[in-house]
């Protein structure tokens, strides 16, 4: 429809170049191995970009066999980023997803200043099948999603944020965050869910801090945390 047209090329998010060091580990053993996943790294392959935190780590391990990444943090997400060596833990490590007995904790900074110091959102939603990847609230069809937030602090009209998901809904605190019905103050930096796009540069001012489990195979409490670049 633009052809012929003078206008700026599509943007290609997930293209920028990353340190070859990235991401870093946090934590490894025999069985698992956590990172801390920068912002604009890929947790899985997508479509056109093949560079993710995925196929670095099956170059570093090359005698780790299975899917290696237990979950995703989105593309503009950085953060903690569990991963399996072998299919046992893998499926080990997502049973516990499953029974929401691996315990997570964000931090962000929001668009707006919050009233109140700590909450629940009870929000339920569902991808828009019109606007893929956005993700709607739908009271009737929408899945169960549920985010504990409290306050940390304030400042230059903006608020910073502790978030901890209670379910594991697709870009749950950032619709959360965003709508009316939720926080209303997206996420700074959010190009999906923001009130404006941001700056050239500025990222999406999210980030997994903390997990906290049992080690599917040696029965260890592991509880790490990264602290966020922001």
């Excluded at 052809?3 to 090329?9: C, E, H, R, T």
Aim: glycine share 8%; aromatic share 4%.
């Amino acid at each position: 429809m633009l052809s012929g047209l003078p206008a700026d090329p599509p943007p290609q998010y997930g293209s920028a170049a990353l340190a070859p060091h990235e991401p870093t580990v946090v934590y490894e053993d025999a069985h698992v191995v956590v990172v801390d996943k920068p912002s604009g790294m890929l947790s899985v392959p997508g479509l056109s970009q093949k560079d993710c935190v995925s196929n670095r780590l099956r170059a570093r391990y090359p005698e780790a066999t299975g899917q290696l990444v237990v979950h995703r943090l989105d593309l503009d997400t950085s953060g903690l980023l569990i991963a399996a060596k072998d299919p046992q833990t893998f499926s080990a490590l997502q049973r516990l997803f499953s029974q929401r007995a691996i315990a997570k904790r964000y931090v962000a900074w929001l668009d707006g200043v919050l009233i109140g110091e700590r909450g629940v959102v009870d929000l339920p939603i569902r991808m828009d099948v019109e606007d893929r990847p956005r993700q709607i609230h739908d009271p009737v069809h929408g899945k169960s999603a549920m985010t504990e937030w409290a306050v940390l602090e304030r400042g230059n009209d903006r608020t910073k944020l502790a978030l901890v998901p209670l379910t594991g809904r697709t870009h749950q605190l950032r619709v959360h965050a965003s709508h009316p019905l939720g926080l209303d103050a997206p996420i700074v930096g959010d190009r999906l869910y923001g009130r404006e796009a941001p700056e050239h540069g500025e990222r999406l001012l999210l980030h997994a801090e903390s997990v906290a489990f049992t080690h599917p195979v040696t029965g260890v409490s592991i509880q790490l945390s990264r602290p966020a670049p922001f």
